[in-house]
């Protein structure tokens, strides 16, 4: 059964430093790994999909990288602003059924 | 192009009643799958609809159920509501099929369920 997990699960930055988040996974056949970005009470917006040939996927101030045999991956955010300030989620998409499963999160704060 | 919506957006019941939460997904989109999200266990998955069958299911119990149509919308429904069923359901969407790039999930805006 895959597992996710997410570290820190909350994370206070001030305004302007670059910063990691980690995400690891149980089971290295993955399909592929998605990260996403959740306002409180929201729905959840697709920030960054990499295959699992991929290494890493790049998206403006967000870069992502994935190494499946470790079964890590890590999300970076370059000079954060507080409209960051998000939950952010880390899904895998693994199984004969291609279901997502995914981490608890890490809830980013930014401080201006 | 649209994406993923739900309707209602908010919904308040009793106990014992049922329920009929709607989602329609990205157009050309085939896969549905639905979610609950409580702030206890996080995100879960209740299961996936592609072609109008149900391809997998999570670990929820029988009152939970759902269907998609022939134009790819569907619903889920629950009955004999508990207070415990209070959450979010997220419903997601992808094009699914053999192309890696199909994979990819985009989640509608969710449906917020009250339980009293």
């Known amino acids: 059964k895959q597992e996710v997990t997410q570290i820190p699960a909350a994370l206070s930055v001030p305004e302007g430093e670059n910063l990691v988040l980690n995400c690891s996974f149980t089971?290295?056949?993955?399909?592929?790994l998605q990260w996403f970005r959740q306002d409180p009470g929201k729905g959840l917006t697709s920030l960054l999909l990499?295959?699992?040939?991929?290494r890493e996927q790049t998206s403006g101030r967000l870069n992502a990288s994935l190494d499946k045999s470790s079964g890590r991956s890590t999300l970076y955010i370059a000079a954060s602003q507080p409209g960051d300030s998000a939950t952010y989620l880390c899904?895998?998409?693994?199984?004969?059924?291609?279901?997502?499963?995914f981490g608890s999160g890490t809830q980013l704060t930014v401080l201006p | 192009k649209a994406g993923v919506t739900q309707t209602p957006r908010y919904l308040i019941k009793t106990r014992g009643q049922q329920v009929t939460l709607s989602c329609s997904p990205i157009?050309?989109?085939?896969?549905v799958s639905w979610y609950q999200q409580t702030p206890g266990q996080g995100l879960q998955f209740l299961f996936e609809y592609f072609s109008e069958t149900q391809r997998n299911k999570g670990n929820f119990p029988g009152r939970f159920s759902g269907r998609q149509f022939s134009n790819s919308r569907s619903e889920m429904n629950v009955s004999t509501l508990e207070l415990g069923d209070s959450a979010l359901y997220l419903c997601?969407?992808?094009?699914?099929?053999?192309?890696?790039?199909?994979?990819?999930?985009?989640f509608g805006p969710g449906t917020r369920l009250t339980v009293l």
């Open positions: 997601a969407s992808r094009q699914a099929g053999s192309i890696s790039s199909y994979n990819e999930q985009f």
């Open positions: 990499i295959q699992s040939s991929q």
């Open positions: 157009s050309g989109h085939r896969s």
């Open positions: 899904a895998v998409l693994s199984g004969s059924a291609r279901q997502l499963t």
């Open positions: 089971d290295s056949a993955i399909y592929n």
